[in-house]
């Protein structure tokens, strides 16, 4: 397997505008969670899923944000519109949810810049 | 809520040293723990784990058992290599499932 795969790598957009980013997670795998890494607030749960269904979203810093799973395979995390302070390294991680003490694999982020 | 509190960094230390970075949590239930590396510009690679009390999780020389009294992970290692500087992250995965880091410790060792 491939791994959990985010595009893009790397993401440079202007203030207001939206920003799409994508998680392909480890086939098999029926838990998806988006963190975002900052150097000031470190490594912040926004969102996971189980079986595709947002099971906690308190992590959303606002409105701006929003996720979607429409199926197993496929995850998106859209900002709308993009501010300045969005600026931070986003990665999706995927694990296996029926046994708990299982690890999570992370993909390789994707650094977002907002301008 | 449940939460994860490590040390914070930066630690220096000489290559051959020992390591210890402190790990302490707040969970209801009985959570797994877990030790997480990330080497600069990489997403998060799982180094060890631990899913009972006093279980012990190992790897590349890394060591960390799972203190229920103490609610204590702490990470050691005997001799530490330039190879291992890189950020460590300490997290637990709850009863609900929600997967929970600390804030990240950063480790350089100088040769």
């Known amino acids: 397997d491939a791994g959990v795969i985010q595009s893009p790598r790397h993401e440079v957009t202007e203030m207001g505008q939206e920003v799409t980013l994508r998680c392909k997670p480890i086939s098999g795998h029926n838990s998806l969670f988006w963190y975002r890494q900052t150097m000031m607030r470190g490594l912040e749960l926004l969102i996971y899923f189980n079986n595709n269904v947002p099971i906690d979203d308190s992590g959303m810093p606002e409105d701006r944000f929003s996720a979607k799973m429409p199926n197993a395979s496929f995850s998106t995390l859209k900002i709308q519109p993009s501010e300045p302070r969005d600026s931070a390294v986003y990665f999706c991680a995927s694990s296996w949810v029926q046994v708990q003490n299982t690890e999570a694999f992370f993909g390789q982020g994707t650094r977002l810049t907002v301008v | 809520g449940d939460s994860v509190t490590q040390m914070e960094g930066p630690v220096t230390l000489s290559e051959e040293a020992f390591l210890t970075i402190n790990c302490t949590y707040t969970a209801t239930g009985y959570p797994s723990l877990f030790w997480y590396v990330q080497y600069p510009g990489e997403g998060l690679q799982l180094l060890l784990k631990a899913t009972k009390a006093d279980d012990k999780g190992s790897n590349k020389g890394f060591e960390a058992t799972y203190r229920k009294e103490t609610t204590s992970f702490h990470l050691e290692k005997g001799s530490v290599q330039v190879s291992d500087s890189a950020v460590y992250f300490c997290?637990?995965?709850?009863?609900?499932?929600?997967?929970?880091f600390g804030t990240g410790t950063r480790l350089q060792v100088f040769p």
């Open positions: 997290a637990l995965r709850s009863n609900t499932d929600k997967l929970i």
